[in-house]
């Protein structure tokens, strides 16, 4: 059973911080990675990890912000998310795909949790 769970999303304040936690079963994953998807647009890469060597790479526009990890032993991706803007108000979903894909090509990535809320108070 392919499942991914996530959970840390709630309200801040501008200028705070969140960790977003995305709990999963399969343990073979290439990638995985996190999306987020703001009302009325599109998913958007945030952060994206890999599996063997842990290379990640960070979106521009969270560079320096944000940060991704990965916890092998307890099978949990985290997302820690500094200095909150309000255009980071979105569902954060976390994605995952078993082999090669397009850096932030959102359909490519085969596995997806429910997704969690982020709300960013100005």
């Known amino acids: 059973q392919v499942e991914l769970v996530e959970s840390g999303g709630g309200t801040v304040q501008a200028g705070g911080s969140l960790r977003l936690s995305c709990k999963y079963i399969e343990l073979h994953y290439y990638v995985m990675a996190w999306f987020r998807q703001a009302p009325g647009q599109g998913n958007k890469g945030v952060a994206r990890?890999?599996?063997?060597?842990?290379?990640?790479y960070l979106d521009d526009s969270v560079e320096g912000r944000f940060t991704i990890t990965q916890d092998k032993a307890e099978n949990r991706m985290y997302l820690k998310m500094n200095d909150l803007k309000p255009e980071g108000m979105a569902v954060y979903f976390c994605?995952?795909?078993?082999?090669?894909?397009?850096?932030?090509?959102?359909?490519?990535?085969?596995?997806w949790g429910q997704g969690t809320l982020v709300i960013v108070s100005s």
């Open positions: 994605a995952a795909a078993r082999s090669a894909v397009g850096a932030w090509r959102a359909d490519e990535f085969e596995d």
């Open positions: 990890i890999y599996d063997l060597d842990g290379r990640n």
